[in-house]
Structures are given as structure tokens and as C-alpha cells.
């Protein structure tokens, strides 16, 4: 059973940084997609950043340059750096691992950006 424990969200000032991590069990090898989706209140889960087993990334638009993702597939972990966050990142991040046709999910991380 794949699991997903997600860590590092919290309240952080308008350009400010937070890091998350989401560590993965249950699951074998590398050749699975993960990354992070967010929902902020009274919107739709939207696609943050993915990373495939060989380092390939893929970012929104909205985060392009300020936040970065990696993993390290020898702990089956993923990260989420942010930087120079901003009041619209405020959301639940939730981390993601896709593989053949199944999504895993974790059970989200509140990020909040307020002054």
C-alpha cells in the first residue's frame, strides 16, 4: 500500500521561503511521476510541479522561477523549494506520485503567505 507523508508547510511572509518534503512507502523502483498540486479555498487542485525518476521537470506557469522540485529516489522523496512566495501561493499542497494508472495522494500541507 503506497503511502505519502507530506512535511514543511506553514506561515510565511510575502517573499519569504518554505521547503516541503513528502516521503513515499509502499512503492518500488523510480519509474513513477511525482510532484505537487495545490488547492487554495473555493478553487480547483491545480498541477504545481512534477519530476520524473530521471530528473525531468515540469512547472506551472505561475511558479516558474520562484519555486523548484526534486527528489531523491533512494529515499523516495520529493521536495518543493519555494521562494519569493507570494499571497496567492496560500494553499494545501498535496503531494502526488502517478504510476501506470493509479494516483496516490498524501494528505496535504497548509502553506500560508500573510503579512
Known amino acids: 500500500q503506497v503511502q505519502l507523508v507530506e512535511s514543511g508547510g506553514g506561515l510565511v511572509q510575502p517573499g519569504g521561503s518554505l521547503r516541503l518534503s513528502c516521503a513515499a512507502s509502499?512503492?518500488?523502483?523510480?519509474?513513477?511521476?511525482m510532484g505537487w498540486y495545490r488547492q487554495a479555498p473555493e478553487k480547483q487542485r491545480e498541477l504545481v510541479a512534477t519530476?520524473?525518476?530521471?530528473?525531468?521537470?515540469n512547472y506551472a506557469d505561475s511558479v516558474k522561477g520562484r519555486f523548484t522540485i526534486s527528489r531523491d529516489n533512494a529515499k523516495k522523496t520529493v521536495y518543493l523549494q519555494m521562494n519569493s512566495l507570494k499571497t496567492e501561493d496560500t494553499a494545501i499542497y498535496y503531494c502526488?506520485?502517478?504510476?501506470?494508472?493509479?494516483?496516490?495522494w498524501g494528505q496535504g500541507t497548509q502553506v500560508t503567505v500573510s503579512s
Open positions: 509502499g512503492i518500488i523502483g523510480r519509474t513513477y511521476l
Open positions: 519530476i520524473t525518476g530521471g530528473g525531468n521537470t
Open positions: 502526488n506520485i502517478h504510476l501506470g494508472r493509479n494516483d496516490y
